[in-house]
């Protein structure tokens, strides 16, 4: 099977086991509270800003061009920013105060756990070489760690760590917060051995997307955990 077939199968095989896991796995009741045409527009919200977020490094790249945004690439990182950026956006302007992101957070990890094996196949977002048994030549003659799979591997324990916090009914209304905390503190680290660029302090612009991640996310959770006077956004 050539590469972008297998690339494009594997995302179509993503997307559908995330609206399958939505649909088999009870949802939040912060989901549950509202109406089908709310949950289509905090979904469509969703899917925009996590395109827009997902184009948007390699499209400043290209200097904006318009090209840029129909052309290959895109990162995970800055599109769960968007898609995350984009529903709080939108619960604001439609005046939705409920939480809603436990809804997302298995599904989302099940379905990334699939995607990332589309860019093993087609040989893209690998490592940096190494001697490790493991190693995959992708095409280029050097062998380099697999870091789609390590990807894929820690996307699948998320998934089974969030199974036990929703049996146990742990982190309820924070489930997506702990999820995406957990990737970016998993990305920071395995940026290490992947070959981008360093351009400030020595990090790379994923390891500074990833610390912007998880501060924002963990700035939202303690001015929702705890009263005060100064309402937190």
Not at 143 to 158: C, D, G, I, K, N
């Amino acid at each position: 099977m050539p590469p972008g077939a297998a690339y494009t199968g594997f995302m179509c095989l993503a997307a559908g086991v995330f609206l399958l896991a939505r649909r088999c796995f009870p949802t939040s009741p912060g989901m549950a509270r509202l109406s089908p045409t709310q949950r289509f527009r905090l979904a469509s919200a969703a899917f925009i800003g996590g395109v827009f977020g997902a184009k948007l490094p390699f499209a400043l790249d290209a200097e904006l061009a318009p090209s840029s945004w129909l052309a290959d690439g895109k990162t995970i990182v800055t599109g769960l920013i968007g898609a995350y950026l984009a529903v709080e956006v939108a619960k604001k302007l439609l005046g939705i105060r409920v939480k809603t992101g436990d809804a997302y957070a298995l599904p989302l990890a099940l379905a990334l756990a699939i995607g990332r094996w589309g860019c093993f196949f087609n040989g893209c977002c690998y490592g940096t070489p190494t001697n490790l048994p493991w190693a995959v030549d992708f095409g280029d003659g050097v062998a380099r760690h697999p870091t789609q799979v390590y990807e894929s591997l820690f996307h699948l324990a998320m998934a089974g760590a969030l199974i036990v916090l929703v049996g146990r009914g742990l982190l309820a209304g924070n489930r997506l917060k702990f999820y995406l905390i957990g990737y970016a503190a998993y990305r920071f680290a395995t940026e290490f051995i992947r070959p981008e660029p360093a351009v400030a302090l020595g990090l790379t612009f994923y390891q500074w997307a990833s610390l912007a991640l998880a501060a924002g996310l963990a700035i939202q959770w303690w001015c929702e955990a705890e009263p005060r006077d100064v309402e937190c956004t």
